[in-house]
């Protein structure tokens, strides 16, 4: 079994200053995790992933995650946020074994960037 | 390299009519699945597909829900009898295996009038 929890569902911040957004996951093999962004009334586009290589891994935008396997976290962070930001933000886990490698999604975590 | 495809983007449907939705995966992608997101929900799995198989169907509704990915052409979902709780974006994703990124497609939202 897996499942991902979003530990909030709106985060405000803004422009220029830290983004954080916790995303915690329990599964019961080696999970991949992933970091997903959908923008209004767009489809999903991949931000960055982890597959047990790296702890932190890098992605697109600035954006950046580090997985903590003891505090089975995968929390997303960027230095400084833009205006364009600001969209919905899923986590997501996919576990190795499953038979279906189906992925659960978190409930999402809305970022809004103020001027 | 066309990204994963999903037709048509907008379908309106009146209660009792069929929805068919379409998704043609990435190039080289044999592996896909239906997601299924609710107003103010997050992304639910509905089922996932390999050429001519379904893997994996636990997240499909029990009734007038069907998918199918054909040996050639896109994959197809298919709800029967349209409600209004049946009202959502579905979107669909691709990969090449199981445990790599799902890339997903712009979405079908469905209206159920």
């Known amino acids: 079994a897996q499942s991902v929890t979003q530990l909030d569902s709106h985060v405000s911040v803004s422009e220029g200053t830290p983004v954080l957004l916790r995303c915690n996951y329990s599964?019961?093999?080696?999970?991949?995790l992933f970091w997903y962004v959908q923008h209004p009334n767009k489809g999903l586009q991949l931000l960055l992933k982890?597959?047990?290589?790296?702890?932190l891994v890098k992605g697109i935008n600035g954006f950046e995650a580090e997985f903590k396997k003891s505090e089975t976290s995968f929390h997303l962070t960027k230095p400084s946020a833009h205006m364009s930001d600001a969209a919905e933000y899923f986590c997501?886990?996919?576990?190795?074994?499953?038979?279906?490698?189906?992925?659960?999604f978190g409930d999402g975590t809305t970022l809004t960037v103020k001027p | 390299n066309a990204g994963v495809m999903q037709n048509p983007r907008h379908l309106v449907r009146r209660r009792g009519q069929e929805a068919r939705l379409r998704c043609s995966p990435m190039?080289?992608?044999?592996?896909v699945y239906w997601y299924r997101q609710l107003p103010e929900e997050g992304l639910k799995f509905m089922v996932y597909?390999?050429?001519?198989?379904?893997?994996?169907e636990s997240g499909m509704p029990k009734e007038r829900f069907s998918a199918e990915f054909p040996k050639e052409g896109p994959s197809i979902l298919r709800i029967q009898q349209v409600v209004r709780g049946d009202s959502a974006a579905y979107f669909c994703?691709?990969?090449?295996?199981?445990?790599?990124?799902?890339?997903f497609g712009p979405g079908t939202r469905l209206t159920v009038l």
């Open positions: 190039k080289g992608h044999s592996h």
């Open positions: 599964s019961s093999y080696s999970p991949s």
């Open positions: 982890y597959t047990s290589a790296a702890t």
């Open positions: 597909l390999q050429k001519e198989n379904i893997i994996d």
């Open positions: 997501v886990v996919s576990a190795a074994n499953t038979n279906a490698g189906k992925s659960t």
């Open positions: 994703a691709s990969s090449p295996g199981q445990e790599t990124p799902q890339y």
